[in-house]
């Protein structure tokens, strides 16, 4: 049996309009995420976003894939629990946004 899905994935037409108000992210099908790559001065300043972005996804319980090389940070949102890009991710993206 396929896992319980507590929360829905996206439509289409529901990811166009979550895209529009995300202008750096970007809708990466290979990993049904949303992807926004942000590059920042140095890598103490790449850990401390990292520290402060990871602190408020795990308040929110949703949480980044991510990965870090020296200064740049490339972040993927996605719902494990709907298998695809929910209003978490969307939500999560705008605090992210917030922060960098
Ligand atoms: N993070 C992400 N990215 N997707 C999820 O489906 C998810 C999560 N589920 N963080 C949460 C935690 C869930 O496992 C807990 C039980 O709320």
């Not at 992807?35 to 790449?46: E, M, N, S, W, Y």
């Not at 298998?83 to 991710?89: E, L, T």
Request: charged residues 20%.
């Amino acid at each position: 049996m396929p896992p319980a899905r507590t929360i829905a994935a996206l439509t289409e037409p529901e990811l166009a309009q979550a895209l529009a108000l995300l202008p750096q992210w970007r809708h990466d099908p290979a990993r049904a995420a949303l992807h926004r790559q942000i590059v920042l001065t140095d890598f103490p300043a790449a850990m401390a976003f990292m520290v402060q972005a990871g602190f408020a996804a795990e308040r929110m319980d949703h949480h980044p894939e991510w990965s870090n090389v020296y200064n740049r940070i490339d972040i993927w949102l996605t719902t494990h629990d709907a298998g695809g890009i929910s209003s978490r991710d969307v939500a999560l993206a705008q605090v992210i946004d917030s922060l960098a």
